[in-house]
């Protein structure tokens, strides 16, 4: 064989490896990530709804989201009343056409989706803390290289730094 077809057997190797490490990660912290869910006030619907705006600059429409979900508008107004109602959604009006409505995520309601969506309970300040220093050296190099590779355009230049002032290892 040569090097290059031992690097690809190998790389073959890692990913297999990691997508099983994921697996397996992923069933160890369904529990606790289904308690994040299952602890929140809002419905499916409204956690549905609330990703959209979350992930919206500029908010949504009470008519595209009613399009987006395919519901009546109607609906789609009751269902945003709610939000507002628990503090996770404003209304506002748009600033190029004040006759439209937008709708947007609260602080609130943006940390609600952050900590549902990103809860990563096998990363705990408890699990890294029981890490070797080496291992803890490695899933750092690790991670900010999967995160420099999931940057929009890496053609750009140098992604930015997820943890500014943490030195790297040497």
């Not at 404003?90 to 602080?107: F, H, I, K, L, Y």
């Not at 549902?116 to 408890?126: F, K, N, V």
């Not at 943890?163 to 290892?169: F, K």
């Given at each position: ?86 503090g996770a959604a404003v209304r506002s009006q748009d ?29 705990s300040a408890d699990i890294l803390d029981r890490l ?39």
């Amino acid at each position: 064989m040569t090097d290059g077809s031992d690097t690809r057997q190998e790389r073959r190797r890692l990913v297999r490896s990691l997508e099983n490490l994921g697996s397996a990660f992923q069933a160890t912290t369904l529990p606790v990530l289904l308690d994040s869910l299952l602890s929140t006030e809002l419905t499916i619907q409204q956690l549905k709804v609330l990703a959209v705006l979350a992930t919206t600059e500029n908010g949504a429409t009470g008519r595209g989201l009613a399009d987006t979900f395919g519901v009546s508008l109607a609906s789609m107004s009751g269902l945003v009343d709610r939000l507002v109602a628990q503090g996770a959604a404003v209304r506002s009006q748009d600033e190029t056409d004040g006759r439209v409505r937008r709708v947007r995520a609260t602080p609130l309601g943006l940390a609600l989706v952050r900590r549902l969506m990103s809860a990563r309970p096998e990363l705990s300040a408890d699990i890294l803390d029981r890490l070797p220093l080496e291992d803890l050296r490695a899933l750092e190099q690790g991670m900010r290289a999967v995160h420099r590779c999931s940057m929009p355009d890496p053609a750009t230049g140098p992604a930015t730094d997820p943890a500014p002032g943490l030195e790297p290892p040497p």
